[in-house]
């Protein structure tokens, strides 16, 4: 695993991260009075004033997680790092964007070339097109566009929603039809609580020359999560 960073360069770390709170704070619009003078809403108040002074800090909390636990750019073997996802909802979405944020990776979306419509994800109708396309072990759905080139990467997540209790066939696309041979391969799902293990199994089976890592399922990250799972993956450089 990769070391934390140095005590000296954790405190520069905070001290920056709290000066730059105390800036936001004092320039914050929502905590001004009309003659200018810092003053923070009266705690009564249940009012938008008091949903954006939460908000406010929470962000503030964020960046400063973001400022101690974090900071550089996630590498695998000095190579970058790729995430690949697919989301037909949005959910998954958010959980792939946050990551590579977090670490500062390139992103992929993986599109079909027939995007889905709510009909089509109507799990209740087995006539619908998920549901014909998950109870067939062979469908591969088409993906729009270029697959992305992933020898430039070290490493790859791969995320998904689960479907039927196993990642969406048209996942089984992209790891099947990318050259994926010695890339370490990050699998992660997002689900209200059906397991994670058969999903990833199918996908190992489908890409079997890439060196997979157990992963995980995820919903709403929080920054310092995120850099606590990429140093257990010992993705994140030490400083």
């Not at 005590?7 to 905070?14: K, L, Q």
């Not at 959980?95 to 670490?103: D, F, G, K, P």
Request: glycine fraction near 8%.
């Amino acid at each position: 695993m990769m070391p934390l960073r140095s005590t000296a360069s954790t405190e520069t770390a905070a001290i920056a991260a709290l000066t730059r709170i105390l800036s936001l704070w004092q320039n914050s619009p929502i905590l001004r009075t009309a003659k200018g003078k810092c003053q923070a809403p009266p705690i009564h108040r249940k009012s938008e004033d008091d949903m954006n002074r939460r908000t406010f800090l929470i962000s503030a909390g964020m960046l400063a997680a973001s400022a101690i636990l974090g900071g550089g750019k996630a590498h695998a073997e000095g190579k970058r790092i790729l995430v690949a996802f697919f989301s037909a909802t949005g959910t998954t979405r958010h959980v792939a964007e946050a990551i590579a944020a977090e670490l500062k990776c390139d992103l992929y979306e993986i599109k079909p070339e027939k995007p889905y419509t709510s009909d089509d994800l109507d799990w209740h109708d087995k006539m619908s097109r998920s549901s014909i396309e998950m109870n067939d072990e062979k469908s591969r759905p088409k993906i729009a566009g270029a697959l992305p080139d992933l020898k430039k990467y070290g490493a790859v997540f791969i995320g998904y929603p689960i479907w039927w209790g196993i990642a969406p066939r048209i996942v089984q696309t992209f790891v099947e039809s990318c050259d994926m041979g010695g890339i370490t391969a990050i699998p992660f799902c997002t689900s209200g609580g059906s397991p994670f293990d058969k999903s990833a199994d199918l996908l190992w089976a489908g890409a079997p020359t890439a060196k997979w890592v157990a992963g995980r399922r995820i919903n709403m990250p929080s920054p310092a999560e995120i850099v606590a799972w990429a140093k257990e993956l010992k993705l994140y450089p030490a400083e």
